[in-house]
């Protein structure tokens, strides 16, 4: 199972990105897909996930800005961000649990896209 991130460059501060993320290989489910971020210095946090029933979850610092939505039928996550701060700068992993075909449930890692927000 591989998940490939996409979407992050360089934007000025109140600009917008759209960030994916899709699974690919021998996928039977995927339950909860994520979106985490780690500013340089400090460690990797949460920013967003969402269920495969659709609920979402956000860090109090994106509240009203990020929005994280899914298409199911693609096994992909989607992180649209709106009003982009410089302490949005930062690598953005995505990662989901996924339980394969032959029945093995892990946390899978994307390998991150970095989103520069310059002031």
């Known amino acids: 199972v591989q998940l490939q991130a996409s979407g992050g460059g360089l934007v000025q501060a109140g600009g917008s990105l759209r960030l994916s993320c899709a699974a690919s290989?021998?996928?039977?489910?995927?339950?909860?897909m994520g979106w985490y971020r780690q500013a340089p210095g400090k460690q990797r946090e949460l920013v967003a996930y969402i269920t495969s029933a659709g609920s979402t979850n956000y860090a109090d610092s994106v509240k009203g800005r990020f929005t994280i939505s899914s298409d199911n039928a693609k096994n992909a996550v989607y992180l649209q961000i709106n009003s982009l701060k410089p302490e949005d700068t930062g690598v953005y992993y995505c990662?989901?649990?996924?339980?394969?075909?032959?029945?093995?449930?892990?946390?899978?890692w994307g390998q991150g896209t970095l989103v520069t927000v310059s002031s």
């Open positions: 990662n989901a649990d996924i339980v394969t075909y032959s029945g093995v449930r892990s946390i899978s």
């Open positions: 290989g021998s996928i039977f489910s995927i339950n909860d």
